[in-house]
């Protein structure tokens, strides 16, 4: 980890000048799971301009940005804060982690493409908005993923090869959502916000000052669950965050299809602040989830953060993008790629030299030839896993049914044996 | 302690024990707080527990059920409430999907104790999605648990054991019989949750039943033993898992077996029974299994809901056809 939540939690304990006013709540709370209950009183955090504001009619809602697509370092007066700790090696370590997804997710896609894995989810194009939220969650904070969060799964320490078990067929999961704080995939869309917006009353209930996040599209933005989730989060004043990576398209349905107003406008009605970041700035994906995540250890109650992104690549590997998308639009966005822009900066800020990029690379392809093999590796489950884990009190009928594809079995064994 | 009360003063009790005995219970739900309920099953306890363990809901099904999966995953056992057996489908999705599935998806490594109240069934004359029996969808998804008892005191002792279930139990209670007294013994050794039991032995036919029907089927079987006729009746208490192993040694002892329970006999729970006793009893069955529920049609209105339902003389009728093999 380089650009964990120790940044941010020294500067809380400093009382995080330039941000709010007084901070007292979350001062000194980085264990947080007990006593922590008085610290979920007050309301502080201000809401930046662009979380209040909706946009003018007719015009572009604005984007927090930090770095341009050039590469160039820009102030934003509500957030530079959330940032205002960062190093070069922390900037190097944002580098590392989109380039090492983007190589894992390549590496994926090419399994897939060889026939090793079922499906894909690619999340080429939305490491930015992944890694720089990734990074901004505490350990003791939960994480309720889609099926693409591969970065997200990447901060939260997640085994990549974990995340592949499900897409070759050989379970349904494949890690432990509490090893790592970090759900598993949920791939009916939009389910898992109000797993988190739960779990988040949860934390509430406890005490504790973490947080939680949610990660959904903009195409389950339409899902009532979604709708329920907002409108139970902002009841309970639960501590979550809902990150929507708003990539423009819901398999082939453009984001118009799925709303009239910027998806991010929508927290106003459930009486909450949404905000819209520039989903391929990392840096700025950092600062504004930091920001959404202090809200709600502080007992500000959720917060929308919409990062405005784009799915380079397919749905998944099913699908066919030529079908309803043109090659200029994702050129077009192509030159505000994530990584290329910290690239930039990192070069024009001399934070990083050749050998850097060079040592990284060769890391990547490790990467990659581990995720190759490990996929190769992956042995079919038992047979009877079938029957494993469908209750965790025993059922009558499981155990019949267990019993008879047994007996079945065995009956092929005696077979052989009898020649 | 045995004290004679309501099912629904019974499910009131076992909830407030619950509650008391263990701080990550929860109950949650549409005006179980302040109003105690649509049935008052919930009377008192926001008063007793406070409104951060007794919860009132926005109104949104799958929310309440969403919410509750989140909690389960942060160490707490809530207790939902659906107000009504036809709202629950909006939280099909969540209970299908997500509560069911979790346990398997995750390998084992994460529970899912949620109780799902869904007070169900007819006879109350109540207005459409009021009076619905949807067990045997439920049941037929693996991963779920579906119970429902017939009295006050199996309702009183299937909660306690639902709540202490690291499964998802679906807990339908018989709305038509809130209202019906027995004695309830809180130190009690109760049978275990999903085990049926005789609730009358005979000779000449076995009536099974659970839920709301139990109560019908005791009344047939004293009707036709005014006949002459030995009719043993069996409350299944559970509908997944099913007690095939009391209902096969009550059919091997009179031959003869009817199901009754208020939901459409296409598809429904009567139709696993057939065939399942079908497979075990074969050889010791004079009549084939007949099964006695509501038609394929939608719940009707409230005027028609006394031809819709098993009566007396329909579950009777089903007797003397059976018997006539």
């Not at chain 1, 209930?205 to 599209?217: E, M, P």
């Not at chain 1, 065995?410 to 009898?418: H, I, L, M, V």
Request: hydrophobic share 40%; charged share 25%; with cysteine.
């Amino acid at each position: 980890m380089t650009v964990d939540s120790s940044a941010a939690r020294k500067r809380s304990a400093a009382g995080k000048a330039g941000t709010t006013g007084s901070k007292a709540g979350s001062a000194g709370t980085e264990s947080g799971a007990t006593g922590a209950s008085a610290k979920r009183t007050t309301s502080t955090t201000r809401a930046p301009r662009a979380a209040r504001a909706g946009a003018k009619k007719g015009a572009e809602p604005e984007l927090v940005q930090l770095l341009t697509p050039e590469g160039k370092r820009v102030k934003n007066a509500e957030y530079d804060s959330y940032v205002a700790g960062i190093t070069p090696e922390d900037l190097r370590g944002l580098y590392r982690d989109m380039v090492l997804t983007r190589r894992f997710d390549a590496e994926a896609t090419a399994l897939q493409r060889q026939g090793e894995l079922g499906l894909w989810a690619s999340l080429l194009g939305q490491e930015a908005a992944q890694i720089g939220s990734g990074r901004a969650t505490r350990a003791d904070d939960y994480v309720f993923p889609t099926y693409r969060e591969h970065g997200v799964a990447w901060c939260r320490g997640v085994d990549p090869t974990n995340l592949l078990g499900m897409f070759r067929g050989v379970n349904n999961g494949g890690w432990d959502p509490n090893s790592n704080n970090f759900h598993l995939y949920t791939i009916v869309i939009g389910s898992q916000t109000l797993h988190a917006t739960g779990y988040a009353m949860g934390v509430a209930k406890d005490g504790a000052d973490s947080a939680v996040i949610a990660y959904f599209g903009d195409g389950a933005s339409s899902q009532g669950d979604v709708a329920e989730s907002f409108t139970f989060s902002a009841v309970y004043n639960a501590p979550v965050v809902f990150f929507c990576q708003n990539n423009q398209w819901a398999i082939s349905e453009p984001t118009e299809k799925q709303t009239r107003v910027p998806l991010y406008q929508r927290a106003q009605g459930y009486g909450f602040p949404g905000v819209r970041v520039d989903g391929n700035d990392v840096l700025a994906c950092l600062a504004v989830t930091r920001w959404a995540l202090e809200r709600a250890r502080n007992g500000e109650g959720p917060t929308l953060v919409e990062a405005f992104t784009y799915r380079m690549g397919a749905h998944t590997t099913s699908d066919d993008p030529s079908r309803y998308r043109g090659d200029e639009e994702r050129q077009a966005w192509e030159a505000k790629d994530p990584i290329l822009r910290l690239r930039r900066h990192l070069e024009a800020s001399n934070h990083a030299d050749e050998g850097f990029f060079e040592e990284l690379e060769a890391e990547s392809e490790a990467l990659g030839k581990r995720v190759r093999e490990a996929v190769r590796a992956m042995p079919d489950p038992d047979h009877f896993a079938i029957f494993e884990n469908v209750y965790a009190d025993g059922h009558a009928l499981v155990d019949e049914e267990r019993a008879q594809f047994a007996a079945y079995q065995a009956s092929f064994a005696d077979a052989e044996g009898g020649h | 302690m045995a004290e004679k009360m309501a099912m629904a003063k019974a499910i009131n009790e076992s909830l407030r024990r619950a509650l008391e005995a263990d701080p990550k219970v929860l109950v949650m739900g549409e005006d179980v707080g302040k109003l105690g309920g649509v049935f008052r099953v919930t009377d008192g306890l926001q008063k007793d527990f406070g409104d951060s363990r007794i919860i009132d809901t926005p109104l949104a099904e799958s929310g309440i059920v969403g919410a509750a999966i989140g909690l389960a995953l942060r160490g707490y056992r809530p207790v939902v409430e659906i107000q009504f057996d036809g709202f629950v489908f909006p939280a099909y999705d969540q209970i299908v999907t997500q509560l069911a599935k979790m346990h398997a998806r995750s390998l084992g490594k994460v529970k899912m104790p949620v109780v799902v109240r869904i007070p169900y069934g007819g006879g109350i004359g109540a207005v459409e999605h009021h009076s619905e029996s949807p067990e045997a969808l439920f049941a037929h998804v693996a991963g779920l648990k579906v119970v429902s008892p017939s009295n006050a005191s199996d309702a009183y002792w299937m909660m306690q054991q639902a709540i202490q279930s690291d499964d998802p139990v679906i807990y339908f209670e018989p709305k038509r019989r809130y209202w019906d007294k027995a004695e309830v013994d809180s130190e009690a050794i109760p049978a275990p949750l999903h085990k049926a039991q005789v609730v009358r032995e005979g000779t000449d036919l076995t009536l099974a039943a659970y839920g709301p029907m139990v109560k019908l089927c005791q009344e047939v079987a004293a009707a036709a033993a005014e006949e002459g006729k030995s009719l043993e009746v069996l409350d299944l208490r559970s509908v997944s898992p099913l007690d095939f192993d009391v209902i096969q040694t009550s059919v091997e002892k009179t031959r003869r077996l009817v199901v009754v329970h208020e939901a459409p006999v296409f598809f429904g729970s009567g139709g696993e029974i057939a065939a399942r006793i079908t497979e075990r009893c074969f050889y010791h069955l004079e009549a084939p299994v007949l099964r006695v529920g509501g038609y394929h049609a939608p719940y009707p209105p409230a005027r028609l809901e006394e031809e819709y339902l098993p009566d007396l003389d329909r579950v009777l009728d089903a007797v003397d056809r059976s018997l006539a093999y």
